[in-house]
């Protein structure tokens, strides 16, 4: 992995400023270019660890110009580096605001719409959720783990933030729930080794929000919440990571 980043970071070094001369002359190819450039990197990540990947519906992904805001359990960093390959459209993230500075990571970031997100700063916070929703509202999807940090131990989700869901009821997008299982198991569960392991990644239906009622947009955490841990849980059990008498 040490070697793969290294080479992705003298790759970045010719790269990235073509995605800037690429961005002068057409902003869309530039915005492709960072996106296939980083699912080609993302894919080197998980070849290299080992790691298999088992996809679940598919088919709930958006088509080429909807953009949806996808919410989602968090247990590892590999719950991103597992989502952007199979991104079809533009896809920012919501992330921490320490990684604004992250060399090399923190330029792709900014080339395709992710957010630093400031969690002590609820003033700064709100400001993040509202440009992520002109994001949206531009035609770049985007995703949040409204836990607001990774849960550190399997089949466990904390309960979802709120103001999170702002992202797709301002914006009126369609929240795609998604369901990660399992990715602590390659890295994050046993620092710093990394181990090949099976995790997977659902896609569950879309839930509309344009037209929401109030009393449907108030409950809307807990219903995605609810949706998350189902799957889980159930997800969990099909590939071993949780006992079948696993009870939360």
Known sequence: MVIVLLLIGVASLI?????????LFNKRAKDYFSLRFIQVCMRCFLFVTGAKVKYIGLENLPKEGEAVVYTGNHRSFFDVIATYPVMPTLTGFI????????????????????????????????????EGVE?????????????????????HVAMFHGGSFKLATKSG????????????????????????????????????????QITEINDL??????????RHIINGKA???????FNE
């Open 15 to 23: 790269t990235y400023p073509l995605s800037l001369l690429i961005g």
């Open 95 to 130: 992330a921490k605001k320490e990684m604004r500075t992250w060399p090399l990571i923190s330029w792709w970031m900014k080339n395709l719409y992710c957010l630093f997100l400031d969690r002590k700063n609820s003033r700064e916070g709100v400001k993040t959720i509202l």
């Open 135 to 155: 994001n949206v509202k531009k035609g770049v999807s985007m995703v949040i783990f409204p836990e607001g940090t990774r849960s550190r131990h399997e089949g």
């Open 173 to 212: 997008a369609k929240i795609i729930p998604v369901v990660y299982n399992n990715s602590g198991a390659i890295w994050d569960d046993h620092l710093p080794w990394v181990k090949p392991a099976l995790m997977t990644v659902e896609f569950c239906k879309p839930i509309e929000t344009e037209g929401m």
């Open 221 to 230: 955490a807990n219903r995605v919440h609810d949706i998350v841990l189902e």
């Open 239 to 245: 590939i071993g990571s949780l006992p079948e008498d």
